[in-house]
């Protein structure tokens, strides 16, 4: 089963958990969140994935960053983020942003010839930016509304919205179309692994700032999401310190924006 697929699947049992938290009455009640009706069903989805990342995740990607040299993590991290430079050219151009999608398709193209397919960063060396961009980003900037939010097993947290846009991010990812089955099978396994790296050590920080890791992850999601949204978004070449708490252990996924 390719990562297509493995989308669309979780995303069906995303949409039965909303049907039964909705037949179950959701969150109700003075502190409730408006954003965020389907909380009883997000904990246990949250809490599941947070078990899943320290049994699995968090020790392969401890394991991994032990054994591998950090230049060879350097040039796949970079091969990594060209491959999905593609799709954030794609999306810059369907937001009607000519710089961004000039400057982040320069990019691919000087790291893609020059940089030996990525492992090398020319186009930062060139002071060019990265403007990433998702099919999510692209329905809200042109007016769709984000939803309520959502918990997705394995790919954390996003919301109605979002998890639309990732099946289309899905189906138009370079690394997922590969024909080779076991060349795909790891590129995606390298890809989750690679994010997973990213954010080692941000689930001590989480630890320590919030009584409730669920809330906490929750409003810097969809705080970070709703800043990302617009038409003078600003180039996210690195994520801050901050930007990183919003995907802790139990939302480090291959989906995780």
Known sequence: MNSFHLTIRVLRIGALGLFVALAQGCA?????????????????????NDGLDRAIFLPVATAYT???????????????????DVWSVVNNALQLKPKETLE????????????????????TEMRL?????????????????????VVLPFFGPSSVRDSVGMVVDSGAD???????VPVRNSLMSLRV???????LGTETVLEEASLDKYTFTRDLYLQRRANSIGRNTQPQDTP?????????????????K
Not at 28 to 48: I, K, Q, Y
Request: charged content about 20%; proline content about 7%.
């Open 104 to 123: 982040t398709g320069m990019r691919v193209a000087f790291n893609s010839i020059f940089g030996f397919a990525g492992v090398l960063d020319i186009g």
């Open 28 to 48: 109700t009640g003075p502190n409730a969140n408006p954003a965020d009706p389907l909380e009883p069903f997000n904990r246990t989805v949250f809490n599941l």
């Open 66 to 84: 032990d054994v591998t040299p950090s230049p060879v993590r350097t040039g796949v991290h970079n091969f990594l983020s060209n491959i999905a």
């Open 240 to 256: 801050s310190k901050e930007e990183r708490y919003d995907l802790p252990a139990s939302a480090t996924s291959p989906a995780a």
């Open 174 to 180: 370079i690394a997922n179309n590969v024909k080779n």
């Open 193 to 199: 692994v690679d994010k997973r790296v990213e954010y």
């Open 129 to 149: 930016a990265r403007n990433k961009q998702d099919f999510g980003q692209t329905l809200g900037y042109w007016g769709v509304k984000s939803g309520a939010y």
